[in-house]
């Protein structure tokens, strides 16, 4: 009998690492991440690139051009018909994080679950083959994904067919990790022109940018920022009720120090009465997939919440809640938990 419970114990550990294997790596070939990937023949054969406007390739570095002919938005913030920079509904919010998915996403995917809230998740190529599970998780949860490329490489500096690369590497990564191809897509940096745009629209895709920036990632390599200045750009935008229509915020949920403001931030949205939303609910797109998948809007737990709205950074301080730790235990880690309780408790019996 000893053995036989044994036997159980040990079988149930070695499932829950193969669990642990399965889950946490993606099978298919990939290229080395944070690097531009190779392009791909078939894939580039999908862009007429007779059809792209003539926009010249930018490498990095190269100055703004006197006159926006291309409308590039890393240059003059301009914007097509097509593009979407912010809810159109006056009182919506929508609140997108880029760079990730990291285990810093699960502090800013607990804040937002608690609260009821949906965002979208602009998700890098390369850290979804490191975090498939984590990915699933901010699926799972009802929130959108969208494309941000392989490598977060400046788009207007590549060429046509290293575009193309970036973006359809990506797209297999999440189609391999949540089953789902999504419609959207961010440049990183927001640099984009006509090309780009042109490049995107034939694969499918649609162009979003923001029109309220935190410029949270600073904090991953200045030691002069001020996390403040997070919650206090929040509290003066919440402030302008005069705008006609509603607004859209970026910030990072990739970084340690940025992902930690993220819950402040949203408080204030919600303290404020906007209704914080994914930017594909807020501008009425039911289908941001190409699969069948509607997404649901918020449903925010209690108007008002127990945090204090912290003042901009020239005002007089207040309180603000603490930093939610990235705590939340992935499936992985359930799953390898799960084994190693059934065996201790197998053990004990015997």
């Known amino acids: 009998m000893y053995k036989l419970f044994s036997a159980i114990s040990v079988f149930l550990l070695l499932l829950s690492t193969t669990t642990l294997n399965v889950e946490a790596q993606l099978k298919g070939k990939y290229p080395p991440v944070d690097t531009p990937p190779p392009p791909v023949a078939a894939w580039t054969a999908l862009v007429d690139q007779s059809k792209l406007p ?28 097509t593009d979407f920079g912010f809810c159109p509904k006056k009182g919506d919010w929508a609140l997108t994080y880029d760079d990730g998915p990291t285990n810093n996403t699960l502090r800013v995917l607990k804040a937002l679950n608690d609260r009821g809230l949906k ?45 193309i690369a970036e973006t359809k590497w990506t797209e297999m990564a999440i189609k391999e990790a949540v089953n789902l191809t999504p419609k959207w897509f961010r440049a990183p940096q927001g640099d984009a022109d006509d090309r780009v745009r042109g490049i995107l629209s034939q ?15 600073e904090s991953n390599s200045d030691p002069t920022y001020d996390l403040n200045w997070i919650t206090g750009n929040f509290s003066m935008w919440v402030q302008n009720t005069t705008a006609t229509t509603g607004f859209a915020s970026l910030e990072h949920d990739a970084f340690d120090k940025s992902s930690s403001k993220a819950e402040a931030a949203m408080d204030i949205v919600v303290n404020a009465k906007f209704a914080p ?30 945090a204090k709205t912290p003042n901009a950074p020239n005002g007089k301080s207040s309180s603000t809640p603490p930093a939610i730790s990235a705590s939340g235990a992935s499936s992985v880690e359930k799953n390898l938990l799960l084994g190693i309780v059934c065996g201790l408790i197998m053990m004990i019996l015997v």
């Not at 926009?55 to 003059?76: K, L």
């Not at 939303?277 to 127990?306: F, W």
Request: with cysteine.
């Open 54 to 81: 003539k926009a010249p390739v930018r490498p990095i570095g190269t100055p703004c051009a006197p006159t926006d002919e291309f409308c590039v938005w890393s240059c003059t913030t301009c914007v097509r018909d």
């Open 119 to 163: 965002a979208t998740f602009f998700v890098i190529g390369s850290r979804v083959f490191e975090n498939p599970q984590i990915l699933k998780q901010i699926v799972d949860s009802g929130h959108q994904i969208g494309v941000h490329t392989w490598s977060h490489t400046a788009l207007t500096s590549q060429t046509t067919e290293e575009i």
């Open 203 to 217: 694969l499918g895709y649609k162009m979003a940018f923001w029109n309220h920036d935190t410029f949270d990632w």
């Open 277 to 306: 939303q994914s930017a594909a609910v807020c501008s009425g797109d039911k289908q941001p997939y190409v699969e069948n998948v509607t997404l649901p809007p918020s449903n925010i737990k209690g108007q008002e919440t127990t």
